[in-house]
């Protein structure tokens, strides 16, 4: 049963638009979300994160949104960029007790010019 | 300074037979963490060690699989009698995380070991 689930398994969207990349989660005793950014042939890379205690929180152009009576997450991005063609995995994890993070299958971004 | 090192970056081997994957991560990080991915999923945890114990392997999906960090840096991941449905990359990454309390340390990923079982 996936905890983190990511339900697009692709998005393309146009430079300079906002990329919005969903992610949905089943456990309500999650209390910490994280975006990470892949490239081909590269390990996953830290993007942005939120405690449960936020709703919302912002760095640059990423900003990520929180509902958790709905067990959503969001990652905006705007204005998108060429670089930012890449996977994106939400995933999720639990404070004060190990440091596994769940993380979804992942959303394929495309930018197009 | 250095990243998280992962060797070797490609590694094929036939069916039944023992491989040894390494990660280095990077200096200072206390927490070391190993994941699978297989096509078309996310990073799946498997083992999770603070210094040089193991303090979560419920990951692991049975006992062909093994890891060690005898000195508390340098891990290596060790399957016995491969099998085709290991074939997968295999990621490993650090953070500096001392579970002394909350914890959202940033965990930092190598580039993967791409194993292939034939």
């Known amino acids: 049963d996936q905890q983190v689930k990511q339900n697009s398994p692709s998005l393309s969207v146009q430079e300079g638009r906002i990329s919005i990349l969903n992610c949905d989660y089943t456990?309500?005793?999650?209390?910490?979300f994280l975006w990470y950014k892949k490239y081909p042939a590269e390990g996953p890379t830290f993007l942005i994160s939120?405690?449960?205690?936020?709703d919302k929180n912002e760095d640059g152009r990423f900003t990520v949104f929180l509902n958790k009576s709905a067990k959503h997450l969001s990652l905006h991005i705007v204005p998108s960029q060429p670089g930012d063609s890449a996977v994106y995995f939400c995933?999720?994890?639990?404070?004060?007790?190990?440091?596994?993070?769940?993380f979804g299958k992942g959303t394929r971004l495309h930018i197009l010019p | 300074g250095a990243g998280v090192s992962q060797t070797p970056s490609n590694k094929v081997t036939e069916k039944g037979k023992y491989v040894e994957l390494r990660c280095d991560p990077i200096?200072?990080?206390?927490?070391l963490y190993w994941y699978r991915q297989s096509l078309g999923q996310g990073p799946e945890f498997l083992i999770y060690?603070?210094?040089?114990?193991?303090?979560?392997d419920s990951g692991l999906p049975n006992d062909r699989f093994f890891a060690v960090r005898p000195e508390g840096s340098v891990s290596t991941l060790k399957i016995q009698r491969t099998e085709r449905g290991d074939s997968a990359v295999y990621l490993c990454?650090?953070?500096?995380?001392?579970?002394?309390?909350?914890?959202?340390?940033?965990?930092?990923f190598g580039p993967g070991t791409r194993l292939t079982v034939l």
């Open positions: 995933a999720a994890g639990l404070m004060n007790r190990d440091d596994k993070i769940i």
């Open positions: 200096s200072g990080h206390t927490a």
């Open positions: 456990n309500s005793m999650f209390d910490y």
């Open positions: 939120i405690s449960s205690i936020k």
């Open positions: 060690f603070q210094g040089t114990g193991a303090a979560d």
């Open positions: 990454a650090s953070s500096f995380s001392t579970r002394e309390g909350p914890s959202t340390d940033t965990q930092y």
